[in-house]
């Protein structure tokens, strides 16, 4: 178990195996559990997909059994199968995140659905199922900001879920400070000023950042916006990182 904390320039703080066990240990351990029992749900007749997990569930009742099968987020879908003893009509609702503005694309056996795909809410496929019918459901991410409620000025750069971080080095980080037995130490920590980002007024709210050609989930600052390198937050390890970022608008 870690802290994340979010000030510039600080890092992930892991627990030891015996002498750093904090309080909210536990309660971080429980959170694993969540992901599971959330990954579908079900009422009379519909089985919800709420999360997209490689994962395999039964719904004895009923004679069926769904399977996923998704490298997610690194891919950006997922694919359902249906295992049925016999057919059985119901619907399966698909949850399309907030996120997913770019075009999502539902097929079954191979032939797209003209369904409605809005995000923020469920797609649904009723239909009678089939053992071994297949459902490939295609979630383009798409760049966006989260500014900080008080201050917009103060973003955390998205790609579709993901949050991303800026790298900020290793300068002063010891295996004591990342693996040790007191917590995140942020009161003896020398100030470190977050990154910033300069754009032009008249450009997007998410112009400044930018795929790396040829590299999987690596980001950059386009030219003339800084000289940053992002990341997934997830992927962060024994490094120092900000998900925030302060971006200035200049009038060109």
């Known amino acids: 178990m870690y802290y994340v904390p979010l000030k510039p320039g600080m890092w992930k703080t892991f627990g030891t195996r015996f002498n750093a066990f904090w309080c909210c240990t536990g309660t971080g351990v429980e959170e694993y559990a969540k992901s599971n029992d959330s990954i579908y749900f079900h009422d009379a007749d519909s089985v919800y997909v709420n999360l997209f997990i490689g994962s395999e569930v039964n719904w004895p009742e009923k004679g069926l059994t769904l399977i996923q099968e998704t490298n997610f987020p690194q891919e950006e879908g997922t694919t359902l199968t249906v295992r049925a003893h016999k057919p059985k009509e119901l619907a399966l609702k698909i949850r399309i995140p907030y996120w997913a503005t770019e075009g999502v694309k539902i097929k079954v056996n191979g032939k797209l659905q003209t369904i409605a795909t809005v995000s923020g809410t469920y797609a649904e496929l009723k239909r009678t199922w089939r ?18 409620p008080d201050d917009s000025t103060l973003q955390a750069a998205m790609y ?7 790298e900020m080095g290793r300068e002063g980080l010891t295996r004591t400070m990342i693996y040790g037995d007191s917590g995140p130490d942020d009161e003896h920590q020398k100030a470190i000023e977050m990154p910033q980002v300069t754009i032009a007024k008249t450009s997007g709210p998410m112009t400044w950042v930018e795929r790396v050609p040829g590299e999987t989930l690596r980001f950059r600052t386009v030219a003339g916006a ?27």
């Open 160 to 166: 579709g879920p993901l949050v991303l971080a800026a």
């Open 226 to 252: 800084g000289n940053l390198s992002l990341k997934p937050l997830y992927q962060i390890m024994d490094e120092r990182y900000s998900v925030y970022l302060k971006v200035n608008e200049k009038a060109v």
């Open 131 to 148: 053992d071994g019918d297949k459902i490939e459901v295609a979630l383009p991410f798409g760049f966006h900001t989260a500014p900080l």
